[in-house]
Each structure stands twice: as C-alpha cells, then as structure tokens.
C-alpha cells in the first residue's frame, strides 16, 4: 500500500527541515520525500497543513488491563485513544515507578491485540516491590526482597523494557542501596532512569541531587519527571541551572514537563502527606476532586479528610504552579514535552487528552515556542532519548508514523470537568502507513505495536 500526502509543509525538525514537500509513504515505511507527485494506491491532500512525524509520548500512565485480559476497550475511558487523538502515536509508559499490569505480559498483550498508539514500557520500581510481596511503602526492603527484585528487574529490562522508572515521592522507604541495586541492571543495555524524585518546591534541589548522583555513579541517561509539577513553585530557574551543571559534568539528563498550571495525583498520595500546606504555601481549596461524590468541587478540610480516609485511591488537581515558571521550563532546550497522563476510569487530569494540541495553542500561537521546537520537544527529542531512530522522523526508511495538523486551528479542548475531550485541528495521524485516526476521531485503534528494546 501506498499513500501520498501531498501539498503539505513537512516540519521534521531530526531533519531541520521545514519546508513544502510532499511525503511517499510504502507499507509501514517512509519511502519519499519529494517535490514530485509519484503514484499511489491512496492521496491524502494536506494543502495549507503540517506534516510531521507522530507525536511521541515519553512520560504517560498507561492504559488498564481489565478483568478479561483486555487494555480497556471502552474509547472514552482509554487513555491510548486520548493520546491517539491528539497526534501521539508512540507512548513510553510504566513511568513514575507504576506499571498497570506485569509490563512484560503487557506488551505480550499488545503483541497480539494491538493497541491505539505504539507502547514502549519501563520497568517501575514500585511494581517490583509489589511483586516480592513488600506492601509498606515507608520501610525499606529487606536484602532478601532486594535482590529478588533486582532479578525481576533484570528479567524485565531482558524482555525488552525502555529502563526503569523510580517514584521516589511514593515509596518513602526507598534508601540508597535499592535505587543502585535495581538501577545497576541497566547498565549493560545503557538503559534510562526515570524518576519522579522524593520531593519538591523548596526540596527539589536535594530529591534532585539524590536521583542524579544515582545515574553519574552508574553513567546512565536519566530523565527527570514532569518537572513542571516538582520545582515551579519558585525553584524553576536554579533547579534548570542545576540540571545545567549536572549535565556540563556529563551527566545525560534531560527533563519533561506539562504544560498546564495544575498537577493531579491520588488523594492518598504521599503528596498530601502532613506538610503539604505549608509546602505549598495554600490551603484546602487549591485541590479540585476527580472522582466520587465531590467530583468538580474544591476541597475543604473537611472533604479532604473525609476522602483521603475513605478513598485514598481518588484523582485530584492541585492547582499550585508559578505559570511562568511552567512557560520557563518548556522554553528550555533541555526539556521536552510529556504529558504525565494519567486516567481512572475515564477520571483524571485534561493533560491526558490536551497536552500535545495545547502546546500549539498556548504556546506557539502565544509566541512563547516556535512551532519547529515545539514539534522538536515531541518528536525528535524523546525518540533520541528512547533511542529509536526509526521515529520522531520522517527521513526516508523511517516508520510511517505521521501527523497532519492546521497549525492556526490545532487545539485542546479537555478540561478539568471533561478530561477526556478530544481536540481539534488534527486531521489525520497515521500509524505504520495506515489510518489510526482522523479528524480527532479513533478510526483504527489496534495499529500500535509493542516496542521493546535490548
Ligand atoms: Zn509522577
């Protein structure tokens, strides 16, 4: 099958290119670029459009598998089609320590069913030590149970696993000793840490030395979480300078971040741990509910209590972030863009279905990116990062994975009332040569594959 998209300005910033061309793609590959019109079994006219390789994904929650050994069917509860909707067609997953399922029987599963988006995994440490049966989360693990989970870990990281992903903020009782033993098995792949680190605001920089001082023993790529979320509370601008001098030491570390004003995690979380006011320097009402009876209202500090007890495993938005300071860390070259998606049941935070689309509005059409380093921060940046040179590019032999969107109209339309909302300004996003979704719509959500790294 062959498929011409013609008439439109490719954007491949792998490339540096930004110019009218049109794009050959053959089976799952691209075959051309050209300023001429070869024959195809299918036309896509893209006149007046962008056309640029499908949005990547580095840090998002992965879908559920439900009862029946299924990723979650329901499009309006999976977050796969959420990501699919809005341009991305290769997630990273398992992040922030937190795997929905035994990551190695999930790409097994989307191995044989498919799935809206491609699916690369990291292993989390959190699922390894639930795995050895260590429930408490503010112990530490016992030597035996450490070197347990070491070896899960590796067996892990053999089937394929991107790395593995750290939420040090969850699983206080995390010392030093577990993040090597487990970190260290990345080291003969030169696989990636990620971490959602121990702490933020005004302990970020100490959380931060803790993560990277892991990944300069052991000389491996590290990735810091949403960091949007961790330090722009008044830290933004030293911690990125921090994250310089790391990297002048050669320490390969880079950052993604959301971009919206507001984060969302459990209201049992460890964040909300005592302290957390004062951390923040607010009250009750900077929470907004997800899920339960109080969906869509503000807290109190009598419903905050009240569901943290009774429903620890409920979403909430924490609307705390310095807006500047969120702008500051996306404009930076060493930040690129993920969207920390996460969804309950259809219940979450809009970032899951807006994050991409509203880059393009909020900050390219605000003139605060220009549209190639945007689609550099989604593209060419996390490909690199993950090492798959095969995508975040549209050079000829790359994967056919392609978006074609209006740069004047792409925009997000999920809220905090509707996280699920799909955008709108994306007309086609193409999955290995085939249609996976147009005009914001799933038309073929079982075209992603599993991606596995050795
Ligand atoms: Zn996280």
């Not at 030293?238 to 507001?262: G, H, S, T, W």
């Not at 978006?403 to 999920?414: M, P, S």
Request: include cysteine; aromatic fraction near 8%; hydrophobic fraction near 40%.
């Amino acid at each position: 099958m062959k498929t011409l998209i013609k008439n439109g300005t490719v954007v491949d910033p792998s490339s540096q290119l930004h110019q009218k061309l049109n794009v050959l793609l053959e089976g799952d590959k691209v075959a051309a670029l050209t300023h001429e019109e070869p024959e195809a079994d299918r036309c896509i006219d893209a006149a007046g459009k962008i056309v640029a390789p499908g949005f990547i994904d580095i840090h998002m929650h992965e879908d559920f598998v439900g009862p029946d050994g299924h990723l979650e069917q329901d499009e309006k509860k999976s977050i796969f089609n959420c990501m699919l909707r809005m341009g991305v067609t290769t997630i990273l997953g398992g992040e922030c320590g937190i795997n929905r399922y035994d990551p190695m029987k999930y790409l097994d599963l989307v191995d044989r069913d498919g799935a809206p988006v491609n699916v690369a995994l990291l292993v989390g440490h959190a699922f390894l030590r639930e795995a050895v049966g260590h429930k408490d989360k503010y112990s530490h693990v016992t030597d035996k149970e450490l070197h347990q989970m070491a070896a899960l870990c590796e067996k892990a990281l053999t089937a394929g696993c991107f790395g593995v992903s750290y939420g040090i903020r969850y699983v206080p009782g995390i010392d030093e000793r577990e993040l090597m033993a487990t970190a260290q098995k990345c080291v003969p792949a030169h696989k990636l840490l990620a971490a959602h680190v121990r702490d933020d605001a005004a302990a970020i920089f100490d959380a931060g030395h803790e993560f990277l001082g892991v990944a300069e023993k052991l000389g491996l790529p590290a990735q810091f979480s949403h960091i949007g979320s961790m330090a722009a509370f008044g830290q933004m601008e030293e911690f990125l300078q921090m994250i310089e001098a790391y990297r002048k030491r050669n320490v390969d570390v880079l950052c993604d971040c959301y971009p919206y004003y507001a984060f969302s995690t459990a209201i049992g979380s460890t964040t909300y741990d005592p302290g957390w006011l004062e951390r923040y320097h607010c009250d009750y009402d900077v929470i907004q509910y997800c899920e339960g009876k109080y969906l869509g209202k503000r807290g109190t500090r009598e419903t905050f209590e009240e569901e943290r007890r009774d429903h620890p495993e409920h979403l909430t938005v924490c609307y705390v972030m310095k807006e500047n300071e969120v702008d500051m860390a996306l404009a930076s070259p060493l930040v690129m863009v993920g969207s920390d998606g996460i969804m309950n049941h259809g219940q979450g935070h809009p970032r899951a279905a807006g994050t991409f689309p509203r880059v393009f509005r909020e900050f390219v059409r605000q003139g605060k990116l220009s549209l190639d380093e945007a689609v550099r921060k989604m593209t060419a940046m996390p490909a690199e990062r993950m090492g798959l040179p095969h995508k975040g590019t549209l050079r000829e032999g790359a994967d056919a994975d392609v978006v074609i969107f209006n740069a004047e109209t792409i925009a997000d339309r999920a809220t905090f009332e509707e996280p699920t909302l799909a955008g709108c300004g994306i007309d086609y996003v193409l999955i290995g040569g085939n249609i996976a979704a147009k005009d914001c719509h799933v038309v073929n959500g079982h075209l992603g594959r599993a991606l596995r790294k050795y």
